[in-house]
């Protein structure tokens, strides 16, 4: 077992967890509300949304692993909380810290750590999932700004969020190079959302199409002009370290929960531990998530307060998001019909297993990326 070097703030969190998020936990994923204002701003109020965001604007300026204990901490028990976290120190706010302008640091950062506002994040279109880069949401250059013309696909908190980080075309120049991010504004005449997805799980996280229909954003608005679209995703690995996170809570959930459940259970005239194939398979879980855990302390330890190394991420992402998939599996196996019920939470785990490892880029999109680190070339899906 690893060192954990956050245990004070990481259990702040999990009292937090326990206390105020795990009661709403069935209502928001029952009803899929998203975390109500309140609740957003008190994670604001402790501090929970701007660990690794500077402190000038409010935040800790603490290295990432802090905000990522606390994710882990909340999303054991209630994803729709724990996001908000996510999205504030690993999601968009982390491309306008590390990429934006100092006057658009002070313009949106303030509000979103304190929880008065959130920031989306807008890549995907229905034709550009794991071919990002054939986007076709474009900003056209106007004597004071742009006009942005697109639709984006599977938005987290679509229609929700007040602010969003729009990867579009700021440039005719093709592929990648033509390619930046505008901060569009809820209310911007143009802007409209598509009807709520009714996705598997995250459930409590809204998803929505985001409309761009002849969007003015001010010239002030480009946090990344085209041409840097490698930074870009650089500072992207590090919402990579936030989904794992994601992936390590839920496969942990299960786990602590499975470890009970059969010390508890008897059949036969004895707990289901004293099985031996019950016993190997919880072998195969607590592996599972440890060499996770242990991939995904690696990528954050390496990357402090800055950037993580990529080869790292893809390696961590795709080690947890894999084993939360597998270990929520196993876990509804081992409780048998009681894991087949909403009561035992253990089928939410597995359906939110499924959307983290699809956001963020598939796990298949992450051995492309291993690969390409690895060997330091670049394969071209296309040719
Ligand atoms: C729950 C959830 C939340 C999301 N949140 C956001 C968000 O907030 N913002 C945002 O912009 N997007 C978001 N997304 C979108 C997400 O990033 C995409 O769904 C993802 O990148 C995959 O794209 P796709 O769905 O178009 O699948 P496709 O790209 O069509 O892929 C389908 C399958 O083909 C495989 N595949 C594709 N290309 C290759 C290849 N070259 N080689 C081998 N296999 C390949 C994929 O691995 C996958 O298995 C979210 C998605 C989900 C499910």
Redesign the pocket.
């Known amino acids: 077992m690893t060192v954990d070097q956050n245990r004070e703030i990481r259990e702040l969190a999990a009292r937090v967890a326990a206390e105020v998020y795990a009661p709403m936990a069935d209502e928001l994923d029952v009803h899929r509300r998203p975390l109500p204002a309140e609740e957003r701003r008190r994670l604001g109020e402790l501090g929970f949304l701007g660990i690794a965001l500077p402190e000038r604007f409010g935040g800790a300026g603490a290295p990432v692993s802090q905000a990522l204990a606390v994710i882990e901490e909340l999303a054991k028990v209630c994803r729709p909380a724990a996001f908000q976290v996510f999205e504030s120190n690993t999601g968009p706010a982390q491309v306008v810290n590390h990429l934006g302008t100092e006057e658009q640091r002070e313009r949106w950062l303030p509000a979103i750590v304190s929880g008065e506002k959130t920031m989306?994040?807008?890549?995907?279109e229905p034709d550009a999932?794991?071919?990002?880069t054939d986007m076709r949401t474009v900003a056209k250059p106007t004597d004071d700004g742009y006009v942005v013309n697109g639709a984006?696909?599977?938005?987290?908190?679509g229609g929700e969020a007040d602010l969003y980080l729009v990867y579009t075309r700021l440039s005719d120049a093709p592929g990648s190079k033509g390619i930046g991010a505008v901060v569009v504004e809820k209310g911007m005449p143009g802007l409209s959302f598509g009807a709520p997805e009714r996705?598997m799980g995250?459930r409590g996280i809204p998803?929505a199409d985001v409309i761009l229909d002849n969007v003015v954003v001010p010239k002030d608005h480009v946090v990344v002009p085209a041409g840097s679209f490698g930074k870009l995703f650089g500072v992207f690995s590090i919402e990579r370290l936030g989904n794992s996170t994601m992936s390590l809570a839920i496969a942990q959930e299960a786990l602590d929960r499975t470890v009970k459940y059969v010390q508890e259970r008897e059949q036969f005239g004895k707990p289901l531990i004293e099985f031996q194939s019950v016993q190997t398979t919880l072998a195969d879980m607590v592996l599972q998530v440890e060499a996770a855990r242990s991939l995904l302390d690696k990528a954050a330890a390496g990357a402090g307060t800055g950037l993580p190394n990529p080869l790292q991420v893809s390696l961590a992402k795709c080690t947890a998001n894999e084993t939360a998939k597998r270990v929520t599996d196993l876990a509804m196996q081992l409780h048998g019909g009681n894991g087949y019920t909403e009561e035992y939470g253990l089928e939410r785990l597995h359906r939110d297993a499924h959307?983290w490892a699809?956001?963020?880029?598939?796990p298949?999109?992450q051995r492309?990326r291993i690969v390409s680190e690895l060997l330091n070339r670049r394969f071209d899906?296309r040719g």
């Open positions: 989306a994040v807008a890549i995907s999932g794991s071919a990002a984006k696909r599977w938005i987290s908190n996705l995250f998803s959307g699809i956001a963020g880029g598939t298949t999109m492309i899906q």
